[in-house]
């Protein structure tokens, strides 16, 4: 028994501290490996890819006129603008803002007859139903239409005094309201790419474009942040990757960013921050600006009498023809011809002859010698000579567009451009008609006057021209020629 | 005295008595100096910034230094906080976990820091509308550079800290280091797309469960449960970590973390610009 008390002894030290320990502990807490953390040396700072480099093209110098909108609560600064406008400038145009409130008495419709190109930028404001009309006269004759937006520039407005809740104006509205005609609609949206981007997920690589002359010599773009759009009859000129999602949705596509209309005059892209450094240098973004600043400066801009005074590049000689003698009544409106030309930055001086180097305003009659060699380039056919002055026998001047115009009692004003020059031409009976004809000439352009066109048919005060007699017959209702007694209108005493 | 002490050990049962109790007695003393199994608790219920952080990193050393602290849980309810702060808890999670397994118990919401927390636990548990998630950085960047005649620095970003693109660019490698977090700490129970995961989005607890962002839904006194099974111990008790590793009850507000509004209320901006795992509520998304 002696020999068992050690081990008993033992054992009864150790029970209450195994049951102790087995009542608490089931087992030893033991971890093989120490748990991983990120390998935080290993990530980088991603930098954009390097732009690629291509030498800018010869191109000739430019003298367009391009408008900036900033009456519209545009959400830029012009200086975001500067990779393109410094293209502009550095070609010889001229970037003009168009604002509210300014001291400049111009109105859009009077920016508008010198205008290439109109630019608008994240507009919130909306625009006038006059202002919408007035743009798409302007596309119509030419004009180049730039609309850029970016999901960035939205205008955000809060309840202060209520909830504080926020509203939300996006710059797609006002944007589509001038796109609506074009067939082009922004997406209230952004883009964005979870996978493959550029720094971020909202900067999105594209390298799917459409052959265009807007998209040459493009590999990739990236934008920062857009906004997609629609277009049904115009070109897609920039998609994204399948695995590119709007925001809207949430779901992958095929997304457009860039798109021109059909008549290629309109160009609406949904980022704005490619034209800001540093990402006007990545990928190829800087080619894009470059074509975007040609598509600005190579409008097909078709002036015509709208467009008076702005309808010459230099300056102006005054010619009047040989049968035109430069008495007193005549050089008052000569002056204020002069003027008005003045105002619109155009210089102008009396010549007896066609100089060159310079665009011409001729004073002109019917009878006018040589004056049919500038009238036949432009189709319109005179009576012959004989047939003046007799203005009972009704001359009649073939005016393309017009048809058959009684001779007596109207003037012309008609113009035409060439390579080599821009000419306008006041053409009347005679040379006080000429004078009268002068007047009709004011800052709106020409009152009592029909504009076609590169033609206007001007009614004259002292003849039977006076369009309430309607010898323009516009639905052909009528053939008979107005009737003439051979007397002239009184005039107003004094 | 003498005669009793004869008396004793000459009784037929002395030696038998000490042979068998003296040990018995000294086992049971021996026995109390092994220590009660204590399941620490850490409350995260604030934004993770300096003081937080400072204070739960003081905690996470206590249980680590601590034997009877055998395992911890964390509970929290936090929109997460700054990047460092919201790192620094993390590695000491990490390094306590080599000892101690951690167990996080989701209240209201881990969002962002707090979730990027979370993922260095070993389990996690959430009520089933516990928001979960909002994977990502998030920060406002510097004005341009400019300059002014009063206020003068010796370098065109030292008012700034760098260029809005250059601030820009430094989100993505934070948000991969996050993202390996969650790849780390989850393994293959993470049931969703790395872009799901990093589109940001919150889900609340159920949804994080279907997607394996966390591993069960239940209650605080499971999550205790379930750290004592992992560390192996039952019959445990629990204590708050706070008082013991701090010798205080509740946290001390030396600095708060978000911005008071003019009306002294609390918004959901912080108090400075930064670099945040942080999550700020769409409706309040609004600068005071």
């Not at chain 1, 010599?217 to 999602?245: E, N, W």
């Not at chain 1, 095929?254 to 006007?280: C, E, K, M, R, W």
Request: proline letters at 7%; one cysteine or more.
């Amino acid at each position: 028994m002696k020999r068992y008390r050690i081990p008993i002894a033992v054992a009864l030290f150790l029970l209450p501290v195994l049951a102790r320990t087995v009542w608490f502990y089931q087992g030893i807490f033991w971890r093989a490996e120490t748990p991983a953390t990120p390998d935080y040396g290993a990530y980088v700072i991603p930098q954009p890819p390097l732009s690629t480099s291509v030498a800018a093209a010869e191109s000739a110098p430019s003298r367009a006129i391009i408008l900036l909108d900033q009456a519209h609560a545009n959400m830029f600064s012009p200086s975001e603008l500067e990779s393109l406008t410094g293209i502009l400038h550095a070609r010889g145009a001229r970037v003009e803002s168009v604002a509210l409130g300014s001291y400049d008495a111009r109105t859009l419709a009077d920016q508008l007859k010198y205008a290439s190109a109109y630019i608008s930028v994240c507009p919130i404001a909306a625009y006038s139903t006059a202002e919408i009309q007035l743009l798409q006269d302007f596309v119509r004759r030419g004009g180049r239409l730039l609309i850029l937006t970016d999901p960035t520039r939205s205008a955000v407005t809060y309840d202060y005094y209520g909830y504080g809740s926020a509203t939300v104006m996006a710059d797609v509205i006002a944007a589509n309201s001038l796109l609506a005609p074009y067939d082009i609609a922004f997406v209230d949206d952004y883009l964005y790419n979870m996978s493959v981007y550029e720094g971020n997920y909202r900067n999105v690589f594209f390298t799917d474009f459409s052959a265009n002359p807007l998209t040459k010599d493009l590999t990739k773009v990236v934008l920062y942040a857009s906004h997609s759009l629609k277009t049904g009859s115009g070109t897609v000129l920039i998609q994204s990757s399948r695995s590119t999602k709007s925001s809207r949705t949430d779901s992958d596509g095929a997304y457009a960013v860039a798109a021109v209309d059909s008549g290629a005059n309109v160009l609406a892209i949904g980022d704005l921050t490619f034209l800001q450094p540093p990402y006007n240098q990545v990928a190829d973004n800087a080619i894009l600006i470059r074509h975007i600043a040609d598509f600005l400066l190579e409008a097909p801009r078709i002036r015509d009498l709208k467009d008076f005074p702005f309808l010459f590049q230099r300056e102006v000689a005054i010619v009047p023809m040989s049968d035109i003698p430069l008495s007193a009544d005549l050089l008052g409106p000569i002056q204020a011809l002069q003027q008005e030309l003045a105002g619109a930055g155009i210089a102008s001086a009396m010549s007896p002859g066609v100089l060159a180097g310079k665009d011409l305003i001729l004073l002109a009659t019917f009878s006018s010698p040589g004056i049919g060699d500038y009238l036949s380039p432009l189709g319109i056919r005179l009576p012959s000579q004989a047939s003046f002055p007799s203005a009972r026998a009704y001359p009649q001047i073939e005016i393309p567009g017009f048809g058959s115009v009684p001779a007596s009692g109207i003037g012309l004003i008609l113009f035409s451009r060439t390579d080599t020059r821009s000419t306008l031409i006041l053409l009347a009976e005679d040379s006080s008609s000429l004078t009268e004809l002068l007047g009709v000439i004011g800052p709106q352009g020409f009152s009592n006057c029909v504009l076609q066109g590169i033609a206007a048919v001007c009614g004259l005060a002292g003849g039977f021209g006076d369009f309430s007699n309607s010898w323009w017959q516009p639905y052909g209702v009528g053939t008979d020629e107005p009737s003439f007694d051979g007397t002239s209108t009184p005039m107003p005493a004094g | 005295m003498e005669n009793f002490k004869t008396k004793w050990l000459s009784h037929p049962l002395a030696h038998p008595i000490l042979w068998l109790a003296l040990p018995l007695a000294v086992g049971v003393l021996v026995s109390l100096l092994i220590p009660r199994p204590i399941v620490g608790t850490i409350y995260l219920r604030d934004a993770i910034y300096s003081y937080s952080a400072g204070d739960i990193i003081s905690q996470f050393r206590y249980a680590y230094d601590h034997s009877e602290i055998q395992a911890v849980v964390v509970v929290m309810d936090s929109p997460g906080g700054t990047v460092a702060d919201t790192e620094a808890l993390y590695l000491e999670m990490i390094r306590l976990r080599e000892k101690k397994p951690v167990v996080v118990s989701i209240e209201t919401m881990a969002a962002s820091g707090a979730y990027y927390l979370a993922v260095g636990a070993d389990y996690i548990i959430a009520k089933p509308s516990s928001e979960v998630g909002n994977v990502g950085v998030r920060t406002v960047l510097p004005s341009a550079p400019a300059v002014y005649e009063d206020d003068v620095s010796t370098g065109p970003y030292k008012f700034y800290g760098g260029s809005r693109d250059e601030t820009l660019r430094l989100l993505d490698p934070l948000k991969q280091s996050f993202y390996q977090a969650v790849r780390l700490g989850r393994g293959e129970k993470l049931l969703t797309t790395p872009e799901n995961i990093l589109s940001g989005k919150l889900f609340i607890g159920s949804e994080a469960l279907r997607l394996g962002l966390i591993d069960a839904l239940g209650t605080y006194s499971e999550a205790l449960e379930k750290a004592a099974a992992l560390a192996h111990v039952w019959n445990f008790d629990t204590r708050d970590l706070r008082p013991l590793a701090l010798g205080t009850e509740s946290a001390a507000v030396v600095n708060g973390f978000f911005l008071e509004t003019e009306d002294g209320s609390q918004s959901p901006y912080p108090r400075s610009a930064g670099v945040y795992y942080l999550y700020i509520p769409e409706s309040d998304r609004r600068l005071p």
